[in-house]
Nanobody, 119 residues
Framework: VQLVESGGGLVQAGGSLRLSCVAS????????MGWYRQAPGKQRELVAA???????NYADSVKGRFTISRDNAKNTVYLQMNSLKPEDTAVYYC??????????????WGQGTQVTVSS
């Protein structure tokens, strides 16, 4: 299974970006999908997650600004980021719990996409 992110880049404070993550490979079903980020010198942290049933969780720092969604038919998760702040600058990673059959599931990470917000 591979997770491939896209949509990162450089944006001014107050701007918007939309990240996408597509899962491919031996996929029977995808359970939770989420976005994490890691800024230089800091630990990786959860930004937002969405379960297969649609339950959503956000980090307090992004509530009201970021929106996570998924398209199950396309095995894709999105992160719409609005009102971006310089402190949102980080490498953003996609994460997913993927079942390859009814017995086996594993957790996977994407390679990361850089988001830089200038002040």
């Amino acid at each position: 299974v591979q997770l491939v992110e896209s949509g990162g880049g450089l944006v001014q404070a107050g701007g918007s970006l939309r990240l996408s993550c597509v899962a491919s490979g031996s996929i029977f079903s995808i359970k939770a999908m989420g976005w994490y980020r890691q800024a230089p010198g800091k630990q990786r942290e959860l930004v937002a997650a969405i379960t297969g049933g649609g339950a959503i969780n956000y980090a307090d720092s992004v509530k009201g600004r970021f929106t996570i969604s998924r398209d199950n038919a396309k095995n894709t998760v999105y992160l719409q980021m609005n009102s971006l702040k310089p402190e949102d600058t980080a490498v953003y990673y996609c994460n997913a719990d993927v079942a390859s059959n009814i017995f086996v599931s594993d957790n996977y990470w994407g390679q990361g996409t850089q988001v830089t917000v200038s002040s």
